[in-house]
């Protein structure tokens, strides 16, 4: 009986995770930028009172509300299967230093971001 192969996996699918999101946070930063920021017409500004948000306004809640969570949350979860995967006894790769990287930029933009937004 021949013993079982142990063959190298290359994380790819936690590469096109990561991927994916950075398409969705470049997606959102040009929206963000290229939305106005008054409302056509000369229509109110703010919420309430018959205003509506500007278009960069609702780009600003979009990024605050529904992808930055997200982020948070697929950062974690590759996070968590990287370590999973790195302690179960298979070698650690090129990929597994290639993500950790990503993860370890993605965590210094956060907390720097986080730093600039308190001052």
């Known amino acids: 009986m021949t013993a079982p192969s142990r063959t190298t996996r290359s994380p ?11 398409i969705l946070w470049l997606g959102w930063l040009a929206w963000f930028l290229s939305a106005p920021d008054r409302n056509p017409g000369g229509q ?3 919420l309430g009172f018959g205003c509506t948000p500007t278009p960069r306004d609702v780009a600003s809640f979009v990024g605050v509300i529904g992808l930055a969570p997200l982020s948070v949350l697929v950062l974690v979860v590759t996070l968590v299967v990287r370590l ?7 070698r ?16 210094a933009l956060w907390l720097v971001g986080t730093v600039a937004g308190a001052f």
């Open 12 to 22: 790819r699918g936690s590469l096109i995770v990561l991927a994916v999101l950075a």
């Open 44 to 46: 109110c500004a703010g």
């Open 84 to 90: 999973v995967r790195t302690r179960s006894g298979s």
């Open 92 to 107: 650690r790769t090129a990929w597994d230093v290639v993500v950790g990287a990503l993860l370890v930029a993605a965590g």
